[in-house]
């Protein structure tokens, strides 16, 4: 948000234009058109005059698509959006896309590349056209647990709209998302940030979207109706976590800002169990990623500790924020000791990305600067649910609370253990010492063949776990494998996945299954 300073204040980033930008997914699955995001927002403050865009699109330095679209209209409205569809049947690989927006301001004309957000200089998008489906055995479903649409929208940060959203979802091989939208922006009045709204107008309408939204036919994607609750932790510090797909709202404003120095919040980690609904699900949201000190100052910012995520309606934990950082090898290392305490967390995977098809833009000091990153992408980071009835909201949010999934940012995983003639699943506890692990993984050309696989064996009540399979470059882009597996003490099994690649960490990382031998009777 460009827009927002105070009246005492200046801005370095102000800017008396609308902003305006183009985005794009970062990848587009085979026979896909690529779906471009036009956006305006603030044009009710800024009216201006599109007049025409003109699309570039470049591969290896040389310019292989061209097409200019004329608007010719008055804009005047707080959002205007337009998607734009190219063709990709003659495109294949990695693209880089140039949007020129040639518009006028009180008469002046003006022209931005793909935006124009002071203090950025990125004015290229970067996409990958497949060859190859997303790697799945066509049973799994790929989501995004932690997304912010435009219903997010305060004095930093805002998304996309809902629609556009699912229409980059499908494009991409995402099979749903989640509208994680902030609790203390769903319930404000419309086109205020601070004036809650008592009747939930904003809120109500927004569900009702989601529902007409997903009963179009044109979408197999899906939206499950979700919001990220403010809430307090056993410190009193503020925490969020992801609850999907509970029909009444939530409220959380803990850390809104609406109030300067009010940190009050409606919910605690133990008393919002009272308000979750069996259809519904509760996840820790980045439970260890550091907290900012001006987060911590200005808004009561903490993390999850111990005695949080402990609680028997939490889930899991959202291990996977959009990127392989500290928070992430931290919370790996926290899951992992809670596993071999007898603790059953689960973990899955969101983005928490603001719109952000391509780029992660955001305000790193506010009135100061904007900063931006190829991280927090929408739909980068997955989680892959195992559901019995696909493209069903029900059925996924059930197999996300038995923990029947994994996450990844590319290869799929599949680790089961077969027990007379019965599969078990991920996040199952199986009440036998013997069975059959069965593994199946799958990677393509676009992220590479797979390096390495490890299988490990944690004891209840150990400290460390033990590799119990480990295969080295198998030089393959399938593996499907079983093994024989016993045990006469109560134990879990998961696995990770390393990808050959030389740009980026390709992983994928189960869910455990535990084997439970049954007492001998005295």
Not at 64 to 86: K, V
Not at 89 to 104: E, V
Not at 253 to 269: A, C, P, Q, R, V
Not at 445 to 451: C, T
């Amino acid at each position: 948000e460009l827009h927002f300073r105070f009246k005492w204040s200046s801005s370095r980033y102000y800017k008396k234009e609308p902003e305006i930008l183009a985005d794009v997914p970062y990848r587009i699955e085979p026979d896909n058109k690529i779906p471009i995001l036009l956006f305006i927002k603030d044009a009710h403050i800024f009216p201006i005059r599109l007049s025409h865009v003109s699309i570039h699109i470049y591969q290896s330095d040389k310019q292989i698509y061209f097409e200019d679209i004329n608007y010719n209209c008055d804009l005047m409205s707080r959002w205007w959006n337009n998607t734009i569809y190219i063709n990709s049947q003659n495109i294949l690989g990695p693209i880089t896309l140039k949007i020129l927006f040639n518009y006028s301001l009180n008469g002046l004309k003006k022209q931005c590349i793909t935006h124009n957000f002071p203090q950025s200089n990125n004015h290229t998008l970067s996409c990958y056209v497949s060859k190859y489906h997303y790697p799945s055995d066509n049973k799994v479903q790929y989501g995004d647990l932690h997304y912010h649409s435009n219903l997010t929208e305060d004095m930093v940060e805002y998304g996309a709209p809902l629609r556009e959203t699912l229409i980059a979802a499908q494009s991409m091989g995402l099979n749903f998302y989640c509208n994680t939208d902030h609790s203390y922006d769903l319930d404000d009045k419309e086109g205020s940030w601070t004036e809650t709204d008592p009747e939930l107008t904003k809120w109500k309408k927004s569900r009702q979207d989601i529902k007409n939204i997903n009963n179009e036919e044109v979408f197999t994607s899906f939206i499950i109706p979700s919001e990220e609750l403010s809430l307090h932790n056993n410190k009193g510090n503020n925490v969020h976590a992801l609850i999907l797909n509970n029909s009444i709202f939530l409220p959380g404003s803990g850390d809104g800002s609406e109030k300067l120095f009010n940190f009050k919040s409606e919910y605690n980690i133990n008393n919002i169990q009272f308000n979750l609904e069996d259809n519904a699900i509760c996840i820790a949201a980045h439970p260890y990623n550091p907290v900012p000190l001006l987060q911590r100052i200005f808004f009561k910012r903490g993390q999850w500790n111990r005695q949080d995520v402990l609680v028997d309606h939490l889930s899991g934990l959202q291990i996977v924020n959009g990127e392989m950082e500290a928070g992430f090898y931290e919370g790996i290392k926290i899951w992992i000791k809670l596993l071999l305490q007898g603790v059953k967390k689960y973990i899955y995977a969101g983005n928490d990305a603001h719109g952000n098809f391509n780029i992660y833009r955001q305000i790193k000091i506010p009135m100061l600067s904007l900063f931006e990153k190829d991280n927090q992408i929408f739909g980068k980071y997955r989680t892959g649910v195992f559901v019995d009835k696909t493209s069903d909201i029900l059925s996924t949010i059930k197999a996300l609370k038995k923990g029947n999934c994994f996450v990844t940012n590319g290869p799929f995983l599949n680790l089961n253990i077969e027990v007379s003639d019965f599969i078990y699943k991920m996040g199952n506890k199986i009440p036998a010492n013997k069975g059959k692990i069965n593994l199946h993984i799958i990677s393509t050309p676009e992220f590479g063949l797979i390096k390495e696989i490890n299988i490990y064996k944690g004891i209840i009540g150990e400290n460390n776990e033990q590799k119990y399979i480990t295969i080295y470059n198998p030089i393959k882009y399938e593996i499907k494998e079983t093994y024989d597996v016993y045990t006469e003490i109560h134990c879990y099994f998961r696995c990770e996945v390393k990808i050959d690649s030389k740009n980026e960490k390709i992983f994928a990382l189960s869910n455990p299954i535990w084997l439970a031998p049954p007492t001998p009777p005295c």
